[in-house]
């Protein structure tokens, strides 16, 4: 057989050789033997040949290979990236603030507040933690904001005491006047440049950002989605959405537009979660004006009518009807008035002229004749209905005859403060008219169907369900999958997570510091959690001061130890456990030693444990021991 250096070859080409080899019998002279010469040599020359081109074959595969892999590291290093990061609004409702970066430069959409439940005892606000915008403010390029509601604008004032004054404000004419009104309040005077915007107007900021305003329904007017628009892609954020066939306003959706954005093509898509888990459809604000003019005829009295400052459309709707049934109109809420004062400014709201009264000459009108619109909505303790609802209220008093009309629904954490207004309400005979019995109020958040309907238009390549509870973006997350996005192409991030966006894909890559920021007072960010555990112990046990008196001179004990309470026990019942605290505290205190300044930290930390110990042991709970030293000469 036949044998190459390497092995056998193959069976077809070792019988053609053969054959090459093969000659007859009777050729035995020199003309044999050099035929046979000659045919060696060809087979030779053919088995080098069948080498080289196979080992031909394999280089020119491997370098095709190589080729291959090369050119894609080298598009994956060269394809343009940007980033988003949500600073809030995810996981909660409420604290809205998106981060979109590319390359050097930052735009930043919106900047909301999130309110206090109730763990967080004295807390006004939590904002976002703007550390990130802090430590890149020279990056930010512009605040785009899509509408006036607090949980988008509360906390830009706070924001520009972060990143520089001169970063421009965009948004439309009406969210700029409630932005700028939040500048009044013991902020800087120096109000950021602010831009009007409407529909399709487009703005070029930086380098490399371009963003444009598209028209959309919500429960306040002015509402825009925003497209994102740089280098490495586009990314299209809803804002808050419903889709309302029939505004109050007559601004209605721009569904042109959006479907020119989805034919054109989206990298990555923020969509509203807030009412991911309800089915159908949001009904039309419209709704709401026809469900108020039947409340209106039914009632022989007073009506009383609590609703959200920022519902321009659902003030509106208040106002027609209370003029329709001739009602004068007392308003109520420091933040409605300036809403009446803003909105009525710029024609958003109209009212007229001889329709308000105060709210001291509601007494003077026949009950019949009167409206009072007023703040409250969600319990809030110092609110105008919760001050009605507990009989604190200055100049209303509810009596039998009332309606008291609840125009919203409880954000979550609130049910129980809402509960309680409408239980005490109904002790005074007063009726009351709330959503689960009543048409009186609908969302301004697209449910199911709308969610899908935004799905379809844009057809986003990846998508990211925004604002909602994690269970509100699961929920978000099916929804997107029935209109055929790939589980895989869904991002359920969490606030800090950095998404980075490419025209190929979308994907978390990292995370960025996106705590809460809590404001009390004029304090910004000073309260933190051991604080809040001390307000927590004050105001489950209460406190327990100890007062020592020392000498001057000696450093010895000359009076005390005495003994004062707060929320712990009431003094003049316990004067038992009170005068044994004393003794407890006198046996195991040296009243001979010499404590002086530098001693002052044992003899506090000293009586605080045994005083701790003792209250444990007698009462079961923990209040704070407050040790104070005085001295006299």
């Known amino acids: 057989m036949l044998r190459t250096e390497k092995g056998s070859i193959s069976q077809e080409k070792r019988k053609r050789l053969e054959r090459k080899f093969k000659l007859e019998s009777s050729n035995t002279g020199v003309d044999g033997i050099k035929e046979k010469i000659k045919a060696i040599k060809e087979g030779i020359k053919e088995l080098k040949t069948e080498k080289v081109k196979k080992a031909t074959g394999k280089v020119a595969k491997e370098v095709a290979t190589n080729i291959v892999v090369e050119t894609k ?142 028209k959309i329904t919500h429960s306040i007017t002015d509402a825009y989605s925003l497209l994102v628009t740089t280098p490495a892609g586009t990314v299209f954020h809803t804002g808050d959405f419903k889709i309302d066939l029939t505004p109050v306003d007559g601004e209605g959706v721009d569904f042109a537009r959006l479907s020119q954005i989805g034919e054109q093509g989206v990298d990555l898509m923020l969509s509203d979660s807030t009412n991911s888990e309800v089915e159908g459809f949001t009904p039309s604000e ?103 609802a507990k009989n604190m209220h200055k100049h209303i008093k509810i009596k039998e005859g009332d309606t008291v009309i609840i125009s919203a629904t409880p954000i979550p954490g609130n049910e129980r403060a809402v509960s309680n207004n409408i239980n005490n309400l109904l002790k005074y005979d007063a009726e009351v008219v709330f959503k689960k019995i009543a048409g009186i109020h609908v969302s301004g958040h697209g449910s199911k169907e709308e969610q899908k309907l935004m799905l379809n238009l844009i057809k986003p390549k990846y998508f990211m369900p925004v604002h909602g509870e994690h269970k509100m973006l699961k929920a978000h997350q099916d929804t997107a999958m029935e209109t055929g996005i790939p589980k895989n192409n869904i991002i359920i991030a969490q606030n800090g997570s950095k998404i980075e966006v490419t025209k190929s894909g979308a994907k978390i890559k990292g995370k960025v510091n996106a705590g809460c920021t809590l404001v009390d007072g004029l304090g910004v960010g000073d309260i933190g959690n051991i604080v809040l555990k001390d307000r927590q112990q004050l105001s489950q046990d209460g406190v327990v001061v100890i007062v020592f008196t020392l000498d001057k001179e000696t450093g010895k004990i000359v009076a005390g130890p005495d003994i004062v309470t707060r929320g712990f026990v009431y003094s003049k019942e316990s004067d038992d456990i009170i005068k044994e605290a004393i003794e407890n505290i006198k046996e195991k205190i040296d009243d001979t030693s010499n404590y002086y300044s530098k001693d002052w930290g044992l003899l506090k930390n000293t009586t605080r444990d045994i005083a701790a110990k003792f209250f444990y042991n007698k009462t079961k709970r923990n209040p704070m021991i407050l040790p104070i030293i005085m001295e006299v000469e």
């Open 73 to 214: 590291e080298a598009k994956a290093q060269k394809e343009e990236k940007m980033y988003v990061i949500p600073l809030g609004g995810m996981e909660e409702v409420g604290k809205n603030s998106t981060v979109v970066q590319y390359r050097d430069e930052i735009i930043i959409i919106d900047s909301g507040v999130i309110f206090p439940d109730e763990n967080l005892l004295g807390i006004d606000l939590v904002i976002p933690d703007f550390s990130f915008l802090e430590n890149n403010k020279d990056k930010i390029k512009g605040l785009f904001v899509t509408h006036g509601h607090e949980d988008h604008i509360g906390s830009i004032p706070y924001l520009y005491q972060k990143i520089d004054k001169s970063v421009p404000m965009f948004g439309g004419k009406l969210t700029l006047a409630l932005a700028k009104s939040k500048f009044e309040n013991g902020f800087t005077k120096d109000i950021p440049k602010m831009k009007e915007v409407k529909g399709r107007t487009k703005i070029k900021v930086g380098k490399y950002f371009t963003v444009e305003f598209i």
């Open 286 to 388: 419209r709704s709401v004006g026809e469900a108020f003019k039947v409340e209106f005829s039914k009632a022989k009295g007073r009506i009383i009518v609590a609703a959200f400052a920022s519902h321009v459309h659902r003030l509106q709707q208040i106002v027609n009807v209370a003029q329709e049934y001739g009602r004068k109109i007392a308003i109520d809420g420091r933040s409605l008035v300036k809403v009446f004062e803003i909105a009525g400014s710029l024609g958003y709201l109209k009212v007229p002229n001889d329709m308000m009264v105060p709210l001291s000459e509601v007494d003077t009108l026949k009950d019949n004749k009167v409206v009072i619109l007023c703040t409250g909505t969600q319990g809030e303790p110092m609110a105008a209905l919760s001050r009605i």
